[in-house]
């Protein structure tokens, strides 16, 4: 493997994400999350993956029935992805409103699926199918990247929604969005594995019908965090 393949997958993983991150921070451009902390997240997100590798092939090893082992794989990548956002970011005084807890699960989610995305196209480039690789860079884009977002969105809304209650409220909002994280992250394996080019359609409407419910709460948390807020101010 050539420094030159290297190079690409690293391109390749990384630009699905940070087009995504993009349009994220562009919605959040009327209160701007300090950037340090924006790339902390998204290297923690990152830094995740090499720890889900050897959970994951354990599972596979030791789990029998496709539906325990996507379960299995699902419930590792979230608690990871959240566990990176508690220990890293959440606890920090910049994460002081309740649109903040959404922006940085999405931000770590973004930092594993771009690394995840290197590893996966590790394979075709290194074999010298460029444009196999870049179908499949397209598909995790549209699907793969999105599915971390939405799934790590899920858990940042309930932390975001329960911002103002005491400690055990916050502490069943958190494991119910971890809940429902892992259902959808199951839910997208099942479809995306062992289907054929139908249930793959499934798996992607599935996707980005939850995305476009997501985007809306958004903006429905942006406005009752902001309604009462001047135009310039925070």
Not at 8 to 31: M, T
Not at 111 to 123: I, P, R, S, V
């Amino acid at each position: 493997m050539t420094l030159t393949t290297l190079g690409y997958a690293f391109l390749g993983g990384l630009l699905p994400s940070l087009i995504w991150l993009y349009f994220l921070l562009k919605e959040d451009a009327r209160c701007p999350e300090p950037r340090t902390l924006i790339a902390l997240a998204f290297v923690a997100g990152m830094a995740a993956v090499p720890l889900a590798l050897p959970l994951e092939q354990y599972a596979l090893t030791h789990l029998t029935g496709a539906l325990s082992i996507y379960v299995a794989w699902a419930t590792i990548e979230e608690l990871l992805k959240y566990g990176m956002a508690a220990s890293f970011i959440l606890w920090r005084r910049a994460v002081d409103e309740a649109p903040d807890y959404v922006i940085y699960m999405i931000t770590v989610a973004l930092g594993f699926a771009a690394a995840e995305n290197m590893l996966f196209l590790l394979a075709p480039l290194s074999g010298g199918h460029f444009t196999a690789g870049l179908r499949t860079d397209d598909l995790r884009f549209l699907g793969s990247t999105l599915l971390h977002v939405i799934a790590s969105a899920a858990i940042g809304f309930a932390l975001a929604f329960s911002a103002a209650k005491g400690p055990g409220v916050r502490v069943v909002a958190a494991a119910s969005g971890l809940i429902l994280a892992i259902a959808l992250h199951t839910a997208f394996n099942m479809l995306i594995i062992n289907g054929g080019a139908s249930t793959a359609l499934a798996a992607f409407f599935l996707v980005w019908m939850v995305a476009v419910v997501f985007f809306a709460a958004f903006e429905v948390l942006k406005y009752f965090q902001y309604r009462n807020t001047p135009n310039n101010t925070c």
